[in-house]
T-cell receptor, first 115, second 114 residues
Framework: EADIYQTPRYLVIGTGKKITLECSQT?????MYWYQQDPGMELHLIHY???????EKGDLSSESTVSRIRTEHFPLTLESARPSHTSQYLC??????????????FGSGTRLTVV | AQSVTQLDSQVPVFEEAPVELRCNYS??????LFWYVQYPNQGLQLLLK??????LVKGINGFEAEFNKSQTSFHLRKPSVHISDTAEYFCAVTDTGTASKLTFGTGTRLQVTL
């Protein structure tokens, strides 16, 4: 049973709209991550956070932004959606120092389509 | 920085046959290695991991993987697959220093048929 929740699961939205993808976890994990996944391609880290008020950009440049005001919540925002943002977005979390012991816990993802 | 290469994008196999999914990595430092599975319309689930010690690691659902440092490989194997093993499989690596951010391969689609 998933302890990390992403909403919505699917989203179709018009170009230029502002959207926020929600990610919440109930495990009290300090570390959280956003990955972008395109079909047939690897997962690319776009944002991560090591705790409240801590956010960093990942390896893949992204026009999205994130915030971490509460430990359990790590939303991702696109101010003006474009068709190039069409992708699947996966949120994950891990305990500090335990990423290697337990691995990441992933949410079910949000599949975003911008038309 | 690390990188991961999954040599096969798709692997078709009949049920009850053995399977090997290949993974090679590149890194200038020591690494931890992982295999994840993604079922349709779901997130990723950890199958197994190599941190240290025995180079043969066993995971869930009957999967195992062998770490080969000289060949920089971490191939995933199962002696007898089931229809329910049909999924996308991702190999991932992180360096032992930061042990935090994972770098993933492009994935291998395992398609099991009768």
């Amino acid at each position: 049973e998933a302890d990390i929740y992403q909403t919505p699961r699917y989203l179709v939205i018009g170009t230029g709209k502002k959207i926020t993808l929600e990610c919440s976890q109930t495990m009290g994990h300090d570390k959280m991550y956003w990955y972008q996944q395109d079909p047939g391609m690897e997962l690319h880290l776009i944002h991560y956070s090591y705790g409240v008020n801590s956010t960093e950009k990942g390896d893949l440049s992204s026009e999205s932004t994130v915030s971490r005001i509460r430990t359990e919540h790590f939303p991702l925002t696109l101010e003006s959606a474009r068709p190039s943002h069409t992708s699947q977005y996966l949120c994950a979390s891990s305990e500090p120092g335990q990423a290697t012991n337990y691995g990441y816990t992933f949410g079910s993802g949000t599949r975003l389509t911008v038309v | 920085a690390q990188s991961v290469t999954q040599l096969d994008s798709q692997v078709p196999v009949f049920e009850e046959a053995p399977v090997e999914l290949r993974c090679n990595y590149s890194s200038s430092v020591s690494v931890y290695l992982f295999w994840y599975v993604q079922y349709p319309n779901q997130g990723l689930q950890l199958l197994l991991k190599y941190l240290s010690g025995s180079t043969l690691v066993k995971g869930i659902n009957g999967f195992e993987a062998e770490f080969n440092k000289s060949q920089t490989s971490f191939h995933l194997r199962k002696p007898s697959v089931h229809i329910s093993d049909t999924a996308e499989y991702f190999c991932a690596v992180t360096d032992t220093g930061t042990a935090s951010k994972l770098t993933f391969g492009t994935g291998t689609r395992l398609q099991v048929t009768l």
